[in-house]
């Protein structure tokens, strides 16, 4: 699959005149808690020549294909993902910690590192993960039998959740990270779920655990009650540096 991801790499670029800027894993296999059969979650960021951005029309800024088995691969324009970014879009600081970097050019996360606290909206970001955790409480773990993949999902944007309500600050993509902030009384069935989830498919499913569906729902409870307290620190240089940013990547991109 590494060969086969940087063969694809090389062809997008090939094929649409693009220079990608940086790709990297975003699902579980990122999140740390893949099942054997899951498929790789390539998302990468890519650019024009600058003569792309010199028109009076602004072109297509995604590139999506279709998924199989095995890959799924999509991308954002530069500028896209830079506005983004500016308007604090959680998946998007996802895949800049993500801990499998598939290719990066011109130290593309490295410049963009500082500029992260002062871009992220704390009431954007909690909003993002309880609108995932909400799903998972209403909708993917209602019955006594639910999808294991399901329940982890729930309980990432939980801990996510809470580590902005507590932390006030971007938080971490990786699951054992976030595990920090997990309540001692849950740390044996969250150990047992976890190595039952790395032998088992993407469809298993496995009975309702019962000490996690009352913590789901109080930290839901919890999460829409601050949002409507946090602060938002955020810089006001931001908009202002990724412009400039901007402007430097488009130019060193088409020199190197």
């Known amino acids: 699959m590494q060969t086969r991801i940087q063969t694809a790499l090389r062809q997008l670029e090939t094929t649409h005149g693009i ?70 879009n959680a998946s998007l600081f996802e895949w800049l910690q993500s801990p499998i970097v598939y290719h990066e050019a011109l130290d593309f996360r490295a410049r963009l590192a500082p500029l992260l606290p002062g871009a992220f909206n704390l009431k954007a970001g909690l909003h993002h993960y309880l609108g995932q955790l909400r799903r998972g409480v209403e909708e993917d773990l209602t019955g006594d039998d639910v999808r294991l993949k399901r329940l982890f999902y729930a309980l990432r944007s939980a801990l996510a959740a809470r580590w902005i309500r507590e932390r ?13 902030l997990l309540p001692a009384a849950l740390e044996t069935e969250v150990a047992a779920l976890l190595a039952a989830k790395a032998s088992a498919n993407e469809k298993t499913r496995v009975r309702q655990p019962a000490v996690l569906p009352n913590f789901l729902q109080e930290e839901l409870a919890a999460g829409q009650a601050a949002r409507e307290i946090l602060p938002v620190p955020r810089s006001t240089s931001a908009a202002g540096e990724l412009d400039a940013l901007f402007r430097a990547l488009l130019a060193e991109a088409s020199t190197k």
């Open 19 to 88: 220079r990608i800027l940086y790709a990297c894993e975003s699902g579980s296999r990122a999140w740390g808690f893949p099942s054997p059969d899951s498929d790789y979650d390539v998302r990468f960021i890519y650019c024009h020549a600058p003569a792309w951005y010199l028109t009076l029309d602004e072109g297509p800024d995604t590139l999506n294909f279709p998924v199989d088995d095995e890959l799924d691969l999509a991308g954002w324009e530069l500028r896209k993902a830079l506005r983004l970014l500016r308007g604090s």
């Open 168 to 180: 006030h600050s971007v938080p971490a993509m990786e699951f054992a990270l976030l595990r920090e």
